[in-house]
């Protein structure tokens, strides 16, 4: 993110410009007309601090994660600095090759963490870490909770922030992105060098940076572009930076020991200074550009400029997006979802009605495992009934037909070229829809059951309705969303459905702490997906509850209240090792009821609806040996790599194969894995015969008894749906 190679140079070159400071006397020395010092966070940069716990491969450790965030804002709050937090809320269509080149790379880092599980059965240390899924999402419902002021961007969020801090006079902006330096705004303050405990960090001083490069501040975004960014990319400015470091050279003999970049970043400023005089010109008619390339870097020199800097803003940085489908949602909806999504209260919803385009990242997903389906294709049906609910029903008496959703969805096998069309699905309920607006905005009485009843048609859950209120709200969303994941995933089976319900009933029951004190012998890599799986769904039912009008609690679909990764792991061997149910239940009698009635019930209406769950334990044991420990993940020396790992059914071919793995998505590094065919097109019954006949396939023998490796990592496409239940 940000601008390349900036931030490294600055603290090379330009020490003087990284400034260590405290922040509890810089909010002291910041005087604000309101008298308090705000500081404006860059809660997407935060993550990865923010979710410091020992566990993430699981699904996420939520209770524990929860108490990181209160001790966080405590830490600024006693200190009189107030906090206002900024999420992404769309990603903009000329920043969308760079949001998929990551994603196919965190999907090659994904590849190894489940290679490195099924060696070793432990998660990855290190830098190889992939955050929980729905952690953005949940994170801003968190901070809300705790009483904190959070905003969804309807831009790119940077800019945002930026503007933010520029017009509110803020003491700082706290992120981990360079364009931060660029915009002439508040000082830029490092979320990765921040310390808690003393609030100190370092700050990126434009100013300083400017005087050492000759620069003046409003020749920093077209430096920025030259070298490269996410609006720019840096491939398509290489000849004006070659053609400006081969005059530098000429002109200095002396250089930056062992980086190009620093030269070059001293040899574009060099170039900026004698071509750029004045503020009001974006791009000098000096540059030889073609027409495409100059309209590009126009584009990307606006991209900074911020909306009390220029009059000149295309309409595309304007904050207000124009509504692709305004005529099928009324103005008031419109409003509504707008005004929702940037108070960060909704999910889904506003993209679906404004731009009818939403966009799911990365999953721990394994992709030879054959028989779980990617979560995109298990949730697709969920999501078709939710934009039916949005775009079919919002005028009751009006027969309309939207155009299909645009969906890009990150899961193995979709290469991410054009996004996958999805069609709105009406509802299947028993009353007439009342219109979105009345669902909405209606105060009558009837209107609270018809949204219950609107939010449990998207699930498919219809028979649930009578249990609202008789159970706790946070079972009665274990219960719906366990239920639709068991319909949806033919291959899960009832020591499955037992883990997930298990872990929902005792998690009330548990401390952060209690849970830290859970030992694992060893992690499964097929319970690392289910759990995904089941955060996923919650945030999924997050939309389906803004879509229907909110009949429950954004609370009762939080993951802290049902879900912990850690548990779920422990309560998935036991329940596998098909231990008795009290045990199963961590010897509580008081769980016995609520379990035994969300187990009936998931029972109950998957034999209404034609699938029987069936038992199918699965031998768990552990994958090395006991008393060895297993190599941590970064020794890649062949020596040894992968001893003492033990397959019950395999044994030295199981090693042999598990090491092989290992090897080979090691030496496949970053290498892009979006080489798939287009899949959008296929039929849903093609696709299941597909990806179970590449299970067959990938587990197939020679002559000799050993594995053939011909085509094994030439994945089956992966169709649009899963199969019908």
């Not at 495992?369 to 949005?390: F, I, N, S």
């Not at 068991?486 to 319900?501: F, K």
């Amino acid at each position: 993110m940000g601008v390349k190679g900036l931030q490294s140079f600055m603290e090379r070159c330009c020490p003087e410009a990284c400034v260590t400071v405290h922040l509890r006397e810089m909010a002291k020395q910041h005087t604000v007309p309101q008298g308090v010092p705000t500081l404006v966070v860059d809660g997407m940069a935060c993550l990865r601090p923010w979710y410091s716990g020992k566990d993430w491969v699981s699904g996420g450790q939520w209770k524990e994660y929860m108490d990181i965030l209160k001790s966080w804002v405590e830490a600024f709050t006693s200190a009189g600095i107030r906090l206002v937090f900024f999420f992404d809320g769309v990603v903009e269509e000329q920043k969308r090759p760079t949001w998929i080149k990551r994603r196919h790379r965190v999907n090659g880092d994904i590849c190894k963490i489940f290679a490195h599980i099924k060696a070793y059965g432990e998660q990855p240390r290190g830098e190889m870490c992939v955050l929980p899924s729905g952690l953005a999402t949940f994170t801003r419902f968190a901070l809300k909770s705790l009483g904190q002021e959070v905003f969804c961007s309807v831009r790119e969020a940077d800019y945002e922030i930026a503007s933010y801090a520029r017009e509110h006079n803020c003491m700082g902006i706290l992120g981990q992105d360079t364009d931060y330096i660029i915009f002439d705004s508040a000082p830029y303050l490092s979320s990765a060098k921040l310390r808690i405990n003393s609030l100190t960090t370092v700050l990126y001083d434009r100013q300083r940076l400017c005087h050492t490069l000759g620069l003046a501040v409003f020749h920093l975004p077209l430096l920025a572009c030259l070298l490269g960014n996410d609006v720019v990319s840096e491939e398509q400015m290489q000849p004006i930076r070659k053609d400006a470091l081969a005059k530098y050279s000429k002109l200095n003999s002396t250089s930056y020991p062992g980086s190009q970049q620093q030269d070059i970043i001293l040899a574009v400023s060099q170039f900026v200074r004698s071509c750029s005089e004045s503020p009001d010109v974006l791009v000098t008619p000096s540059l030889k550009l073609s027409p495409v390339d100059k309209e590009l870097l126009e584009k990307g020199v606006q991209s900074y400029l911020l909306s009390d800097q220029t009059k000149h803003l295309s309409s595309e940085t304007t904050d207000h997006p124009v509504a692709v489908y305004q005529k099928y949602v009324s103005p008031t909806i419109l409003q509504a979802c707008r005004e929702k999504h940037v108070a960060a209260e909704g999910f889904m919803v506003y993209s679906v009605v404004s731009e009818g385009m939403v966009e799911c990242s990365n999953s721990l997903e394994d992709e030879e495992d054959t028989e779980l389906l990617p979560q995109a294709l298990v949730y697709k049906p969920c999501r078709q009934r939710m934009y039916g609910v949005l775009l079919l029903h919002t005028f009751s008496d009006v027969d309309i037909n939207p155009p299909p959703i645009k969906e890009w969805f990150v899961y193995p096998g979709n290469p991410l070229k054009e996004p996958e069309m999805v069609p709105p699905t009406p509802l299947n309920m028993q009353c007439d829809h009342p219109g979105l607006d009345t669902l909405w905005f209606g105060e009558e009485e009837e209107i609270s059951s018809l949204r219950r009843a609107c939010f449990l048609a998207i699930l498919d859950c219809q028979d649930f309705a009578e249990l609202y209120g008789i159970i706790e709200e946070h079972l009665f969303i274990t219960l719906c969303l366990v239920t639709y994941i068991t319909l949806q995933v033919q291959t899960l089976s009832q020591e499955d459905v037992h883990a997930y319900l298990s872990q929902a009933v005792c998690l009330a029951h548990k401390s952060p702490q209690d849970i830290q004190q859970i030992k694992l012998p060893f992690l499964c890599s097929r319970a690392v997906q289910l759990g995904c799986l089941y955060v996923r769904g919650l945030s999924y039912l997050l939309g389906a509850n803004c879509a229907s009008g909110c009949p429950l609690t954004s609370e009762a679909l939080m993951p802290w209240n049902s879900f912990d990764g850690r548990l779920f792991q422990s309560k998935y061997l036991s329940a596998h090792s098909r231990v008795e149910d009290l045990v199963l239940l961590d010897n509580d009698a008081s769980c016995l009821s609520v379990f035994h009635t969300l187990r009936s019930k998931v029972k109950e209406v998957c034999l209404k609806k034609g699938r029987e769950l069936q038992s199918k334990p699965r031998r768990c044991t552990p994958q090395f040996k006991t008393g060895e420990e297993p190599r941590h993940w970064g020794h890649t020396g062949g020596e040894g790599l992968g001893r003492g790992i033990h397959h019950s059914t395999e044994g030295w071919r199981g090693r042999r194969e598990a090491r092989r793995r290992y090897h080979l998505y090691e030496n496949r590094g970053r290498q892009n894995r979006g080489h798939y065919p287009s899949t959008s097109q296929q039929h849903p019954d093609f696709y299941s015969q597909q990806y179970h006949n590449r299970g067959a396939f990938a587990n197939r023998r020679d002559s000799r008894g050993r594995f053939s490796h011909r085509g094994r990592y030439h994945l089956a496409p992966r169709w649009s749906q899963p199969p019908a239940s």
